[in-house]
């Protein structure tokens, strides 16, 4: 079929897992839908059926052999929640973020392809399906931002004496919170993080970030590791 383009997001993803598992199998990838799919018609998002002719859907190929396993990568999907998924398919489970589904939670898959050799990804059909951000997962190489240079302006130096922030709990809430979303807001100016005293998807994905930058356990943890980059402890 012509006039058919991958949603931009989707391109992205599929970049960054072939720059993290360069010598993956690409046997079971797939976008566009093949005559199966065309009967479902708009049911699958495999078929072109956003806007301009957008496929909103990708399979990629779940090839444990060179380290790119379907399983903890759902799961780090899972965690990081990222806004552009509609929902995500593998081994006979379903994750879909949409209310009234069990939002971010897997449930038994009752389809004919229970997607045993791929990893189905689908986003939302709105803009968003073109937001090409990268995609957060410890697994993937994601965009490497620079950490602030020791000779350029110095940060903001926030006293929070030899307290350790225990952020691991995406609902907890509360003034260490503020000040780590404050450091971290001026080491990446350029990440939406907000300074609202409440740990959720952002602030794992900004943890994410520096913990990939600063060569440390990638984990989405705020810990003892984290904070010493920071100079926070």
Known sequence: MSGWRLAS????????VNAAFP???????????????????????????????IVTAIDLTNDPSVGFDTDPFTDELQRARDPRIKYVIANGFIMDSRPGFNPWQWVTYSGENRHYSHVHVSVLASSICDDTRPWVAPMLSIVQLPLPSPE???????????????????????TDVVEYQRVMRAWYPNLDIPIDGVFGPNDYN?????QKNAKITVDGIVGPQTLGVLNMV
């Open 9 to 16: 997001s989707l391109i992205i993803l599929r970049d960054q």
């Open 152 to 174: 350029g302006s110095p940060l903001p130096v926030f006293e929070i004496g030899s307290r350790l922030l225990r952020l691991s709990n995406p609902r907890m809430v509360g």
């Open 206 to 210: 900004a943890t994410v970030y520096l």
């Open 23 to 53: 010598g993956r199998s690409k046997l079971s990838d797939g976008t566009i839908g093949d005559a199966a799919h065309f009967a479902e018609g708009a049911a699958s998002d495999h078929n072109p059926w956003y806007g301009p002719g």
